[in-house]
C-alpha cells in the first residue's frame, strides 16, 4: 500500500490545530483544533470529512502533549489514526527558521536543536512547535516529521532588503534581520496566482498582500521573494488586527523614558492593544465596514490608516519590483473585503492598478481575477491555503527521500 497521507499540525501557544490530507487529490480527511490548552475549559473541535462526523469535547488539556494524544483518539475513532499505515509523514509549521531553514527539513536532533536555537526570536511561537513535534515523534517514532518553516521563502530576500541600517557587529550578534513570516502563504499564492495568468511562476512578478488578522505585503520576483514587509517580528509592516505595523522605533524609547512603560507593557502595547483594534476598539473588518457605512467618524479614520499603509506598500513594491503582472489579495481581509482592495488600489489607474466594480463585489470561491478585461496588471483575489502548501512540501520531501511504496 501506498502512503499518501499528510498530517499537518499548528500549534500555537495555547492552541493545536491540525488537518489531515490525502495528498493523492490534495482532499482534506479530517480537521480540527484543541483551544485553551492549559486551562480548565479547554475545547476540541473534531470534524471527519470523510464521513461529516463532528465532535466537541470540553474540559482540561494541560499540555501539546495531552492535546495531541486526544487529537490521535480522535482521528483513531474514524480510522484515520495516526497508526495507520497510510500516513506518510506529519507536517509542522514552525513560525522561525532564521537565517539557518531556507527550506523545510525533516526533523532529526539537529534539526530540533536548531529549533530551539531560535527560541529567543519567537519565544510564544518555536517552543509550541518543538512540543508539537517532539510529542509527535514519541507517539510514531518511526515516522517521519518535517518542519516547514514560516521564514523559509522569504530567505531569497537580498541582504539589502533583509538588513536593517544598524550597526552591523550588533545586528549580527544579536542576529537582528528582517526574516519575514507568513512565508508559505506568500509561496503557495504566488504560485496560484502564477497558475491564473497561465504561466510559470518563474515568469512573473506579484506582490502578495496577506491582509487577516495578522498581515503582510510580499514582492515575489520570478518565483522568489524579494522583499516582505515583516521583518525581525510580526510586528513591522501593515496595519494589522491588533498589531501597529510600522512606527517610528523612538516611539517604543519615548514610551519608557517618559511614559515609564516596560519592555512587557511595551510589547503588550504594540501587539495586542494596537492596529484596528487600538485605532478603533475593533479588529474584524467586517464590525469596521459596518460602523463605516453608519457614519463612524473613528471607524473611518480606523481605515483610513489601515488603506493608506497597505497603499504604500504596493507602490514601494512595485518601485522595487519595476515590473508588476499580477497582486494577489489573500487571508480573511483580502479574499472577503471588496471595500479594502477597491480602497487600496484607488487612483492606482496611472500604475496599470485598477479593479473592475462588478467582478471585485461579486463572491466566489477560488481564485478569480478581479481587474477589468485587458489591464496592464491582473488585480486577483487568491485563497490562501497554508496546510495544503505545508502538506505538499512535506510530501515532496519524504517522498523524495522515502519509498512509499
Ligand atoms: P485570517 O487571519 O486570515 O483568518 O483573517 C481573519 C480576519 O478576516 C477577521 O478578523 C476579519 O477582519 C476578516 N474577515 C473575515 N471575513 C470577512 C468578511 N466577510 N469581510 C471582511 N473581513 C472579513
Request: negative net charge; proline residues 3%; hydrophobic residues 40%.
Amino acid at each position: 500500500m501506498t502512503a499518501t497521507r499528510v498530517l499537518v499540525l499548528n500549534s500555537g501557544s495555547s492552541s493545536l490545530k491540525y488537518q489531515l490530507l490525502d495528498m493523492r487529490d490534495s482532499s482534506r480527511l479530517a480537521t480540527g483544533l484543541v483551544e485553551r490548552i492549559g486551562e480548565r475549559t479547554s475545547r476540541l473541535k473534531h470534524t471527519a470529512l470523510t464521513t461529516g462526523a463532528t465532535r466537541e469535547t470540553t474540559g482540561p488539556v494541560t499540555d501539546h502533549a495531552a492535546a495531541l494524544k486526544a487529537v490521535a483518539e480522535e482521528l483513531g475513532r474514524d480510522g484515520l489514526g495516526l497508526d495507520s499505515p497510510e500516513l506518510a509523514a506529519i507536517g509542522h509549521r514552525v513560525v522561525h527558521g532564521g537565517s539557518s531553514f531556507t527550506e523545510p527539513a525533516i526533523v532529526d536532533d539537529a534539526v530540533l536543536a536548531e529549533i530551539e536555537r531560535l527560541v529567543p526570536l519567537a519565544p510564544l511561537h518555536n517552543p509550541a512547535n518543538l512540543t508539537g513535534i517532539r510529542t509527535a515523534r514519541s507517539l510514531r517514532p518511526d515516522l517521519p516529521q518535517v518542519a516547514v518553516f514560516d521564514t523559509a521563502f522569504h530567505t531569497t530576500m537580498p541582504e539589502s532588503a533583509a538588513r536593517y541600517a544598524i550597526d552591523v557587529s550588533t545586528a549580527d550578534e544579536y542576529r537582528i534581520r528582517r526574516y519575514g513570516f507568513h512565508g508559505t502563504s506568500h509561496a503557495y499564492v504566488s504560485r496560484e496566482t502564477a497558475k491564473l495568468l497561465g504561466k510559470a511562476p518563474q515568469d512573473v512578478n506579484v506582490i502578495v498582500l496577506h491582509l487577516g488578522n495578522g498581515a503582510s505585503a510580499s514582492a515575489v520576483r520570478g518565483g522568489r521573494c524579494v522583499d516582505t514587509s515583516m521583518g525581525l517580528t510580526p510586528l513591522e509592516g501593515l496595519v494589522m488586527g491588533t498589531r501597529s505595523g510600522d512606527v517610528d522605533p523612538a516611539v517604543i524609547l519615548h514610551l519608557a523614558r517618559v511614559g515609564g512603560m516596560s519592555t512587557d507593557e511595551t510589547d503588550t502595547l504594540l501587539n495586542k492593544k494596537s492596529g484596528l483594534i487600538g485605532l478603533c476598539g475593533d479588529n474584524d473588518m467586517r464590525e469596521i465596514r459596518r460602523r463605516v457605512d453608519e457614519g463612524d467618524e473613528q471607524a473611518r479614520l480606523a481605515f483610513d490608516i489601515y488603506i493608506h499603509r497597505l497603499k504604500k506598500y504596493i507602490g514601494a513594491y512595485y518601485a522595487v519590483l519595476g515590473r508588476v503582472d499580477a497582486i494577489a489579495f489573500t487571508a480573511g481581509v483580502g479574499e472577503n473585503a471588496a471595500a479594502v482592495r477597491e480602497a487600496a488600489l484607488a487612483g492606482l489607474e496611472e500604475l496599470g492598478l485598477a479593479v473592475d466594480a462588478g467582478l471585485n463585489a461579486a463572491r466566489g470561491d477560488g481564485a478569480r481575477i478581479v481587474s477589468p478585461e485587458g489591464a496592464r496588471v491582473t488585480v486577483a483575489v487568491v485563497p490562501t491555503d497554508e496546510e495544503l502548501e505545508i502538506a505538499t512540501q512535506t510530501y515532496a520531501l519524504v517522498g523524495a527521500s522515502h519509498d512509499l511504496t
